[in-house]
């Protein structure tokens, strides 16, 4: 089992950075893919952005040319690099393993954006 585990969530001002990190032992050498969502409070959960293990990418319109996934294989790692925050992405991250890893959720990351 690929279990990913989130960190890196905090308070920021409007227009500042956060850079979240998902670690999941396994993550490299299954080869896996990694989504992360988002979920707002009262709010339906919604897709971030996924990398696939060959390094491809996808984002939401919300958040293109703002947020950048990457990965570092070296420590079973992805990251989401969100810059030029809004106050509408604050809401609880989670990342989710993906093909062909299954689907594992770790516990979440909240990011609050507000002055």
């Known amino acids: ?15 500042g950075s956060l850079r979240l ?14 989504a992360w969502y988002r979920q707002a409070a009262g709010e339906r959960r919604e897709w971030v ?14 958040v293109k040319g ?13 990251y989401l690099q969100m810059n030029m ?6 809401a609880m991250y989670s990342c989710q393993t993906l093909w062909p890893c299954g689907s594992n959720w770790g516990q979440g990351t909240q990011v609050t954006v507000s002055s």
């Open 85 to 90: 925050l809004k106050p509408e992405d604050t």
């Open 49 to 62: 952005s996924d990398i696939s293990s060959d390094g491809y990418t996808g984002y939401a319109d919300s």
């Open 1 to 15: 089992l690929v279990q990913p585990v989130e960190s890196g969530g905090g308070l920021v001002q409007p227009g």
């Open 66 to 78: 703002r947020f950048t996934i990457s990965q570092d294989k070296a420590k079973d790692t992805v």
């Open 21 to 34: 990190s998902c670690t999941a032992p396994g993550f490299t050498s299954n080869r896996c893919g990694m």
